[in-house]
């Protein structure tokens, strides 16, 4: 018999994701207008799904090889890649576009190549381009997810294997494939889901109006026809792919089924010969792919961080600020919904906020809070609420797996010894969940450092947060300035990402 | 002890002093009242003069500027709205939340301005502009672009004000032969991004020729970077008109004080700071004159501009349009 550890608390979150998700659509929807959705609204759509669905099973079928290669080989400078492979997901987007555009751009490092050696050049723009920016963003996440199921595998199963002779065939049948179909659905819906509401990336790689995804059409429904209904209902459409996703996801997880483990370190034996070589190649290519657009950013924004006005330090004090609360905000959000039993409907809301148009959001939260406070005023707790809903898909999909494990492996002892309440959560819950736990608190503390889509409306009379700045000094012609506080978002980004996910990994492997 | 009470007393006064001020709230774009837009001068201007607090709230770009205020309708706290353009003005006069003005002054535009509701603050021409060391004759038309093998980023017109500039300015210029301009342009757009931001950007980071912007631009790089490359390409058909427009909001409570900060945006103390901060013309040339950069600068001998309610029909189907011709 079920217990049910936070029942209320977990209804009361996804409460709150419900009003801020379906509540805000409601709201929109309400408004006087059209509605009616056009022909092109289809075409969108369609290009949508596309662009979407593609993004999600490249970045997912790239990451395996790398997630196993990480998984199985030790080498210097191991635990730095890993980390590494945190920053695209946490760069803001245009910083992300430029840096990539640095790179395989008309006039970057690869068409000269290219050029030099007398072939002609490729072009990035276009669906390949989209998918590429896709891949660049998501290819990190994705493999962070994997790996940490390759380390759920308890050592235990791969002595067992060992001795009983498997090689790398037979372990990938009896061992890999039974978590990968675990892990699989739910990384490739997260991805999924992100891109489905991806707008300045999809527009400016995709070369012009044939990439226009629906963010773009209910952007445009919101400002320029203020046709608000039909902003809903485009946002509706988005939730319903989401949903459809989710079940779809549900549907083909299967849960792996290994058993506790004793928690002991044990490296296991790497295959060798050409395996070895392939794993080589693997982490090779997939750090090159990552680390360019990188370096890239770095180079542009480095020259002007010596020389940056002074109002970037007093808004990186607030953005680190609204960082901090959201992380909190959200990671404790996403464990309750992790924790708790009747886990589908908790599932599909801690997913729905990943396709929220942060558009219609923003505009529902401020037809909703407009006539109690004045919107200015609401500016920083709504950014900070909005950020930690925004986030929470993130850490929901990184402690779901391993709270799931959780139960089954030690959800017996635990009743057995009497272990109840905040005692199981803290001899057994969180010490089993630190290193994701880690991990969530620095993925949703980054994100919370950037996305502003959702400020727009409210307004800002005091100061702005760090995003904002760096928008406004692209705004003000100051293209370098605006790298180099990019580069120092980045910056901030990456040092809250690696504070909390070291100090989740600090005892554990990955 | 003493101090604090002192302290305590003087933040008392302090406060009913502050309350005893009128307050005037102007709602404008994010990037005017950054600290390197206008906002900044202009408060400290407008402040010295009317004895009362003047404060700007920043809302997103003029689309979303118009999009707030039809979402408060009658409710909201601002008394004065400053950044709306021409291709928006005709929605936003539909809403029936601005109140007419009593400015009766001569405004040094392109054109002749009479409105009852909008007051010119500052305004530009679109133009294409290009780096002259890269691109030595520029084009002179957008048929001689378009026949060109010239790169060029432009804006969406569905989420930016400069991208439905454009629009608007193919559509004045062409009318019925504009969707053929747009199929013959397909091939030198090397793409469209949501928001001027990011087309310059682009631009300066080597991924086209030629961006959409002001015939302004080129000023910036010149005053603020002591760079003489860059160059807007004069166009015979002429160059469409951005025209930046303020307003009262009918639903001020400070009416009288939104009137006098409407006549405050002609004076030079206001016109004088738009050059270099917002980087367009002043609606009223002040008695300095331009800075010096701006006499680098081309002057169109054609200026275009849709009035307000036939832009604002056009809208549509241009977007359509353009939408075919390059959906291709």
């Not at chain 1, 945190?86 to 490092?109: D, E, S, W």
């Not at chain 1, 790398?168 to 892990?183: Q, S």
Request: with cysteine; net charge neutral; aromatic share 8%.
């Amino acid at each position: 018999m079920a217990r049910r550890p936070f029942p209320l608390a977990a209804t009361a979150v996804a409460t709150a994701l419900g009003v801020l998700t379906l509540g805000t659509l409601g709201a929109v929807l309400a408004q006087a207008g059209g509605g009616g959705l056009t022909a092109a609204d289809w075409a969108a759509l369609r290009f949508t799904i596309w662009q979407a669905v593609l993004s999600a099973l490249v970045s997912v079928g790239l990451a395996v090889p790398v997630a196993r290669a990480l998984a199985r080989r030790r080498f210097a400078g191991r635990g730095a890649l890993i980390a590494l492979l945190g920053a695209p997901f946490l760069l803001p987007v245009i910083v992300a576009v430029l840096g990539l555009l640095a790179v395989f751009g008309r006039a970057g490092i690869v068409n000269q190549a290219l050029a030099a050696i007398g072939l002609p050049t490729v072009s990035i723009y276009g669906l390949h381009g989209v998918v590429l920016a896709h891949v660049f963003l998501n290819l990190p996440l994705a493999v962070r997810l994997i790996l940490h199921g390759w380390q759920a595998i308890p050592a235990e199963r791969l002595r067992l294997a060992a001795a009983l002779g498997f090689g790398p065939r037979a372990i990938w049948r009896h061992l890999e494939a039974p978590m990968l179909r675990a892990v699989l659905p739910g990384a490739a819906l997260a991805i999924f889901s992100i891109c489905l509401t991806s707008f300045a990336v999809a527009l400016t790689l995709g070369g012009g109006p044939r990439a226009t995804t629906i963010e773009l059409a209910i952007y445009q429904a919101l400002r320029f026809d203020f046709d608000l209904p039909r902003a809903a209902t485009l946002a509706a459409l988005q939730f319903a792919l989401c949903s459809a996703g989710v079940a779809m996801a549900g549907w083909l997880t299967v849960a792996a089924g290994f058993g506790a483990g004793l928690d002991r370190a044990t490296a296991p034996l790497p295959p060798a010969g050409w395996r070895k070589a392939l794993d080589v190649a693997v982490i090779t290519l997939a750090t090159a792919f990552v680390a360019a657009p990188l370096l890239a950013v770095v180079a542009r924004g480095a020259p002007g961080l010596t020389n940056l006005p002074v109002q970037v330090w007093a808004a990186a004090g607030r953005s680190l600020a609204v960082a901090l609360a959201s992380c909190a905000l959200a990671t404790s959000g996403a464990l309750t919904l992790a924790l708790a039993r009747g886990r589908r409907g908790f599932e599909l809301s801690a997913m729905l906020p990943l396709a929220a148009s942060s558009l219609v959001l923003g505009t529902g939260l401020f037809l909703m809070l407009a006539p109690w406070v004045s919107p200015p005023r609401a500016a920083l707790p709504v950014t900070v609420l909005v950020n930690a809903a925004l986030s929470l898909p993130f850490a929901f999909r990184i402690l779901a797996p391993e709270a799931r494990a959780i139960d089954a492996d030690y959800g017996r002892l635990t009743q057995a010894l009497g272990l109840r309440g905040a005692a199981r959560l803290r001899w057994v819950t969180l010490p089993r969940l630190k290193r994701p736990l880690g991990f969530a608190l620095g993925v949703t503390a980054a994100l919370s450092m950037g996305d502003l889509g959702v400020i727009a409306l409210f307004a800002t009379d005091t100061g702005a947060t760090l995003p904002l700045l760096v928008q406004r000094l692209m705004g003000a012609y100051r293209m370098d300035t605006a790298a180099a506080a990019a580069l120092l978002l980045v910056g901030f980004s990456f040092a809250l990402f690696w504070g909390f996910d070291h100090w989740g990994r600090r005892h554990a492997e990955t | 002890m003493k101090t604090s009470i002192f302290a305590a007393g003087f933040c008392i006064v302090a406060s009913l002093a502050a309350a005893e001020t009128p307050v005037l709230n102007v709602l404008t774009y994010d990037s005017f009242i950054s600290d390197w837009g206008p906002g900044p001068a202009v408060e400290a201007a407008f402040e010295a003069e009317c004895g009362c607090d003047l404060r700007f709230e920043g809302a997103g770009d003029g689309a979303a500027l118009l999009a707030r205020v039809q979402l408060e309708g009658a409710r909201s706290e601002a008394d004065v709205v400053l950044g709306l353009d021409t291709s928006l003005t005709a929605a936003a006069a539909a809403t029936g939340l601005f109140a007419p003005h009593d400015i009766t002054a001569a405004y040094d535009l392109p054109i002749a301005w009479d409105d009852a509701l909008f007051v010119p603050y500052d305004w530009g021409w679109f133009a294409f502009v290009h780096d002259k060391t890269k691109v030595a004759v520029p084009p002179t038309s957008f048929t001689a672009l378009a026949a060109s093998d010239l790169k060029i980023v432009i804006e969406d017109p569905r989420s930016s004000t400069p991208g439905l500039g454009l629009l608007l300015w193919v559509k004045a210029a062409y009318g019925d032969r504009a969707a053929q301009i747009w199929a013959d342009l397909a091939d030198n757009i090397v793409t469209v991004t949501p928001g001027w931001s990011e087309a310059y950007g682009l631009f300066l980071a080597g991924e086209a020729d030629m961006v959409l912007s002001y015939t302004t631009s080129p000023a910036y790089h010149l005053i603020a970077e002591n760079d003489a490359t860059k160059a807007a390409a004069a166009f015979d058909e002429g160059h469409y008109l951005q025209i930046e427009v303020a307003a009262k909001l009918a639903a001020s409570d400070q009416p009288a004080l939104a009137d006098r900060f409407l006549a405050f945006i002609g004076s030079d103390a206001f016109q004088s700071v738009i050059p270099t901060t917002n980087w367009m013309y002043p609606a009223h040339t002040p008695a300095g004159g331009l800075p010096q950069g701006f006499a680098t600068l081309i002057t169109p001998v054609k200026s275009l501009l849709l009035d307000p309610e036939a832009a604002q029909a056009a809208r549509g189907p241009a977007v359509d349009e353009w939408r075919a011709a390059l959906s291709r």
